[in-house]
């Protein structure tokens, strides 16, 4: 079974701060990593996508890779109530010709002004 | 307008009855998929399609079937609906270019579905 794990929170951190959201995966074949996040009620909404071992930095946000660990990461900073809501790791799950996504079931964020 | 759309947001039905969930995409994208998403699940893919003659079962896929009827739409229908395929359906999209390369997905408003 392939699987995705992240800690469902909720994760507080009062505004400003650093937010930091993590994930483990279980298929080493997996190559394609992507954080959305999710307000309550509404659609998943992508944040940012890695492919590569290392930090990537798209304003706010910071996405970790390390394949070695089976470990993605997205860091948050300065962390405003704008951010409160789910955020899910899904990774790509190499089956042949057609890979799809598996989705970890979420952690809540909530920031606290 | 919206890139993924779906018909209807809220629905109520009852046991046992037949129901059909429509999505619309005017993304141009390939391919589409069919997720349900229950509190403390996560996501899980239902049912998805590459292209009009590409049918393929997720990993929950009984008691649902789907119709590919154009590349810019994807119905999912509850043949006999029972009340724990009560959730929130989301259909999703992505371009179908980026061969080995799992692509973004972008999602629809959902669907929140009740069967009593």
């Known amino acids: 079974q392939k699987e995705v794990e992240q800690n469902s929170g909720p994760l507080s951190v009062p505004e400003g701060a650093i937010a930091s959201l993590n994930c483990t995966y279980s298929?080493?074949?997996?190559?394609?990593f992507f954080w959305y996040r999710q307000y309550s009620g509404k659609s998943p909404e992508l944040i940012m996508f890695?492919?590569?071992?290392g930090d990537k930095e798209d304003g706010r946000f910071t996405a970790q890779l390390n394949k070695a660990s089976q470990y993605v990461s997205l860091l948050i900073r300065d962390s405003q109530p704008s951010d409160s809501a789910t955020y899910l790791c899904?990774?790509?799950?190499?089956?042949?010709?057609?890979?799809?996504?598996?989705f970890g079931t979420g952690t809540l964020l909530a920031v606290q002004p | 307008d919206a890139d993924v759309t779906q018909t209807p947001r809220n629905r109520i039905t009852k046991t046992g009855k037949r129901i059909m969930l429509e999505c619309s995409q005017t993304?141009?994208?390939?391919?589409m998929y069919w997720y349900r998403q229950d509190p403390g699940l996560g996501l899980r893919l239902i049912y998805y399609?590459?292209?009009?003659?590409?049918?393929n079962k997720g990993e929950i896929s009984d008691g649902y079937s789907v119709s590919r009827q154009a590349q810019a739409k994807f119905s999912l229908s509850l043949e006999s609906a029972i009340p724990n395929q009560t959730a929130l359906y989301f259909c999703?999209?992505?371009?179908?270019?980026?061969?080995?390369?799992?692509?973004?997905?972008?999602f629809g408003p959902g669907t929140r579905l009740l069967v009593l």
């Open positions: 890695i492919y590569s071992n």
């Open positions: 999703a999209t992505s371009e179908g270019t980026s061969g080995r390369v799992q692509e973004t997905q972008y």
């Open positions: 298929d080493r074949g997996s190559q394609s």
């Open positions: 399609s590459f292209d009009v003659k590409d049918i």
């Open positions: 899904a990774v790509e799950a190499y089956g042949g010709a057609t890979n799809k996504l598996i």
């Open positions: 993304k141009g994208h390939d391919r």
